[in-house]
């Protein structure tokens, strides 16, 4: 229903090339907060009017707005709100933000990538930790792109079935396998630290 109600929107406006910005921004950000349709619909939608390469950036760009505008709407202006609503629902969530307390950036850069948790509520969840701005920003960036990249090798299968995907697989892999990296050093990092080495 929703996504015959995109389709809709964009034969009704006749919005084609970069002009797709116009109802995919807000309806990002509406998905942002309430979830009611999968931020994989905008990508495929942004890939499907823009291409690949463009509706791969401009959807990485438009879920780091989304993310931002609801993150800092949770923190500032619905923070009391989303309080008393996360902690109705505490014991659904509780082990998450464990993992958000524990391992911060990295946390949320796991749960951007992979369909574990929908976004908004991984937005929502940011706004009520400890985590400050600038760790926010860094892992929406990143676990927004990984997100973005790996639908993108899905969806692009589909949408170019004659496209030759394996550069985008070989770079996703050492994305991930830098990401990893760069996570395995900073743990060692951190024990060596708390054993005083």
Known sequence: MI???????????????????????????IQGFFGIFPFSTLIFLQISALGLVNGLITSWLVGIVASLVVYYACKYLFADWFERKMKAKADRYEKWQGY?????????????????????????????????????????LVGVMSHIWLFGIVSSSILFPDTDIRVLI??????CAALSGIFAAQLLRERRRARGV
């Open 3 to 29: 996504n015959s109600a995109i389709d809709w929107l964009l034969e009704t406006t006749n919005l084609q090339g970069f002009y797709v910005l116009l109802l995919t921004v807000p309806l990002a950000i």
């Open 170 to 175: 070989g770079t996703y892999l050492l994305f």
């Open 100 to 140: 958000f307390m524990k391992y911060g950036v990295w946390s949320i850069i796991f749960l951007r990538t992979l369909p574990i948790m929908p976004n908004n509520v991984i937005s929502f969840m940011a706004s009520l930790s400890k985590i400050s701005h600038r760790s926010y920003m860094v892992s929406s």
